[in-house]
């Protein structure tokens, strides 16, 4: 009975974005003292440790340089929009880095435009510019709580994480068509954690050992999400599960009020409606776009 239910996609992905949500609070709970660029090299560390073990117990095969090249290129972009996001965290209330994180899904459209040269709608576009304008409002006020030193930089680094992690999906859709999740994964942990070695090794001051368990936690977290998704995302529809993703508002919210002492106002709440209508309506356009053009039946055609 426990099996089952614990096999369930929807739980599945509920828990990983549970557990994204826990990264983001230990990342703002530890990130002032440890430094953010420190606590991001021993996040990926750990995570390359995991995701190392992974690659070699089930024997994949070294990729072509060409691949590698494109994973390094990938990677770096992602460390960089980790750095910025972890960065944020630590000026800006939880639920509202959360929340203006969630801009990353309305630019992914245009990303795909630039790179992939697929097509943008009229309507795409005005639900972009709602998104937007819903991430405006929410920020347009600071939530109780919210004691940052440097908000508008906050806002400003979280906005870039988002465009770097737009541009790292659209890079991973198109690389995922032809490897398998577990290489990915490998070159996603190992390639910041290179990156970031020195920081590893008192570039930014030395390391307290007392944060070490944190960090280790911090990499099993990271790879826990992306393997649960994996499986959830295996077993059911992603129109169906794509919603599930805002679960993180209210889990942001309450481990914000309980650990943080953060009570989003109003306008974070406004804001929130206006950036997940806009989200939903531009992934299930792109949903139902993409079966237009197979010229079948919505219902006929798997996800």
């Known amino acids: 009975m426990i099996a089952r239910l614990l096999s369930a996609p929807l739980l599945l992905a509920v828990l990983a974005v549970a557990m994204g949500s826990g990264i983001d609070a230990l990342v703002k709970g530890t990130a002032p003292g440890a430094g953010v660029l420190v606590l991001v090299a021993w996040r990926f560390l750990f995570g390359a440790m995991i995701a ?15 691949a590698v090249r494109f994973h390094v290129m990938r990677s770096v972009m992602q460390v960089a929009s980790a750095i910025l996001l972890f960065y944020a965290l630590t000026q800006l209330a939880l639920a509202e880095t959360v929340l ?38 929410a920020v347009s006020a600071a939530p109780e709580g919210a004691v940052g030193a440097h908000r508008m930089l906050g806002i400003a ?24 999740a577990t290489t990915i994964a490998f070159f996603t942990n190992g390639v910041p954690a290179l990156c970031l070695s020195p920081f590893l090794f008192g570039l930014a001051g030395p390391v307290n050992p007392s944060d070490l368990p944190v960090f280790m936690l911090l990499g099993a977290l990271g790879y826990g999400v992306w393997y649960l998704m994996t499986l959830a995302y295996a077993r059911a529809r992603a129109q169906l599960l794509a919603p599930l993703e805002y679960t993180a508002l209210i ?16 306008r974070v709440a406004v804001g929130a409606v206006l950036i997940v209508a806009a989200c939903l309506g531009v ?21």
């Open 52 to 66: 190392g073990t992974v690659f070699v117990v089930q024997r994949r095969a070294w990729p072509p340089g060409e």
């Open 100 to 137: 203006i994180g969630f801009t990353a899904a309305l630019m992914v459209p245009f990303v795909a435009w630039i790179i992939l040269g697929e097509a943008v709608s009229l309507r795409a576009f005005g639900l972009t510019l709602l998104g937007f304008a819903g991430a405006a409002f």
């Open 157 to 180: 680094a979280v906005l870039a994480s988002a465009m770097l992690y737009a541009v790292v999906l659209v890079l991973l859709r198109l690389r995922a068509l032809k490897e398998d």
């Open 251 to 266: 889990w942001a919210a309450l481990i914000g009020f309980v650990f943080f002492d953060e009570v989003p106002g109003w």
């Open 283 to 303: 992934a299930f356009e792109n949903h139902f776009a993409t079966r237009r053009e197979t010229g079948q039946p919505v219902s006929d055609l798997p996800d």
